[in-house]
């Protein structure tokens, strides 16, 4: 039986192709050309803002009563989503961006204009802006936008001031750490003629929390806070 013959890597055999074929090499050229346009596809999806995937995010938590209203317990399935409690500061930054004006509540309106700033039209997008929104809190000036934000926003709306329940748990989310939020908190429970704060005390509180010092010895009584004496 004759032997068959044996091709050097320089053959001429070897170099030829069959009309219609092309090479190995240029079969994975092209794989990994469609590869690598697939992964760019797929990347630009995930990083655009779709207004349509943004509003159909949103009818995940609002009734066929209320299909432009995301309510309560819509609030409460949207913070689980995000695995955020409630009462977490960066709740008041996301209604902060919203402009949302009553607490528990988001209008279709509020989350499109604060979700299309954020560029974020699902829970990952958002989840993955977390630590954005909570890092703005570490401006002075945002900080205390937000501040004066969260008195009309969980004021009730039949009321021209913020009631002292509600002021002293506002408190606990902006100024955890401050020393002498709890001696506030003691003092608006205890002193019944203290039923609500008005704006300008709202707004002092969070002064007076940054210029006088645990041991009250910047304090001045005459001064902006003297509505308030503690005991």
């Known amino acids: 039986m004759?032997?068959?013959?044996?091709?050097?890597?320089?053959?001429?055999?070897?170099?030829?192709?069959?009309?219609?074929?092309?090479?190995?090499?240029?079969?994975?050229?092209?794989?990994r050309s469609r590869n690598t346009s697939s992964?760019?596809?797929?990347?630009?999806?995930?990083?655009?803002?779709?207004?349509?995937?943004?509003?159909?995010?949103?009818?995940?938590?609002?009734?066929?009563?209320?299909?432009?209203?995301?309510?309560?317990?819509?609030?409460?399935?949207?913070?689980?989503?995000?695995n955020v409690d409630p009462e977490n500061v960066?709740?008041?930054v996301i209604a902060y961006k919203m402009g949302a004006k009553q607490?528990?509540?988001?209008?279709?309106?509020?989350?499109?204009?604060?979700?299309?700033?954020?560029?974020?039209d699902s829970v990952h997008k958002l989840q993955n802006k977390?630590?954005?929104?909570?890092?703005?809190?570490?401006?002075?000036?945002?900080?205390?936008?937000?501040?004066?934000?969260s008195y009309d926003f969980a004021r009730d709306k039949e009321q021209r001031s913020l009631d002292t329940g509600t002021a002293r748990a506002l408190l606990g989310v902006l100024l955890p750490r401050w020393?002498?939020?709890?001696?506030?908190?003691?003092?608006?429970?205890?002193?019944?003629?203290?039923?609500v704060v008005n704006r300008d005390q709202w707004c002092n509180i969070l002064e007076f929390s940054r210029t006088v010092d645990a041991q009250l010895a910047a304090y001045d009584a005459d001064g902006a806070c003297e509505h308030y004496h503690y005991r």
Not at 4 to 31: I, M, N, Q
Not at 103 to 120: H, V
Not at 132 to 139: A, C, E, I, M
């Open 90 to 92: 960066v709740m008041l």
């Open 103 to 120: 607490m528990g509540y988001f209008t279709q309106e509020e989350w499109l204009k604060g979700l299309t700033e954020l560029q974020c």
């Open 179 to 195: 020393p002498l939020r709890a001696a506030l908190a003691d003092f608006l429970a205890r002193e019944r003629r203290y039923r």
């Open 130 to 149: 977390l630590e954005y929104l909570r890092s703005l809190l570490n401006d002075p000036y945002m900080f205390k936008a937000v501040y004066r934000y």
């Open 39 to 82: 992964r760019r596809h797929s990347k630009s999806e995930d990083t655009s803002f779709s207004v349509k995937k943004c509003l159909t995010w949103f009818k995940e938590y609002t009734t066929v009563s209320e299909p432009d209203v995301l309510g309560p317990e819509g609030m409460e399935k949207f913070c689980e989503d995000l």
């Open 2 to 31: 004759p032997r068959c013959s044996k091709r050097t890597r320089s053959g001429a055999p070897a170099a030829e192709l069959v009309p219609g074929t092309t090479s190995l090499e240029d079969h994975h050229h092209h794989k």
